[in-house]
């Protein structure tokens, strides 16, 4: 199951479900509106795609744990987290999917490579580099990407995501830091990945 948390992601939808199914036309998709102010529901709707409709802006940890619930309840053993801007790339999938054939529980997409496709600012370079190291101290590993939205999960991640999933702001670290302490067995692969083509950027 491929989970797309969106707010206010109509414009950039219709893009980001064609290269899914353009790549990986086997794989269901569910988008959790995450309270969006525009029409990202009913375009969402007119792709065909399953849509969870939240009542009210959750955030990010609130969407996706929604979206694992339904992966649970509907018997998925597998799920990935994609975001609806078009940054990642669907070709991309198969990737981030290997590790789960060799035992993963989690993997991560690293958004830096040697592509050059993808950057940030300085000022937000230096806050991934903070989370880095406070990250690397809560766990004792050394991640690349501690705030990448391109992951994958396996059952048993899923199931403890669906209700334990983080829901504060910083949940994609804070994800990480569970699931290393919990003893999931957690990975990195680089996955090359684009700038958003629409829309406005999180803080992530």
């Known amino acids: 199951l491929v989970v797309i948390p969106a707010f206010n992601e109509s414009a950039a939808l219709p893009q980001t479900i064609a290269d899914l199914r353009s790549h990986q036309p086997a794989l269901d998709i569910v988008v959790v509106d995450d309270g969006s102010a525009d029409d990202t529901i009913a375009v969402a709707k007119s792709l065909g795609v399953e849509v969870l409709a939240l009542p009210f802006n959750l955030g990010i940890g609130g969407a996706l744990r929604c979206g694992f619930k339904y992966a649970v309840r509907h018997g998925y053993d597998r799920a990935l987290q994609f975001d ?14 290997s590790p789960l054939d060799d035992g993963a529980d989690m993997v991560i997409g690293v958004r830096f490579g040697d592509t050059g496709e993808y950057e940030v600012g300085r000022s937000r370079k230096l806050a991934m580099g903070v989370l880095r190291l406070l990250t690397r101290w ?10 990448s939205g391109f992951r994958a999960f396996s059952r ?3 199931e403890r995501f669906a ?10 670290v804070e994800a990480l830091v569970l699931a290393v302490r919990g003893g999931y067995d957690v990975r990195e692969v680089h996955t090359a990945m684009r700038q958003r083509v629409a829309g406005a950027p999180s803080n992530r």
């Open 84 to 97: 609806g801007d078009g940054q990642h790339l669907a070709s991309e999938i198969a990737t981030l999917l």
């Open 138 to 147: 809560l766990t004792g590993r050394r991640f690349t990407d501690t705030s």
């Open 156 to 158: 048993r991640m899923l």
């Open 163 to 172: 209700e334990e999933y983080p829901l504060e702001y910083m949940d994609s």
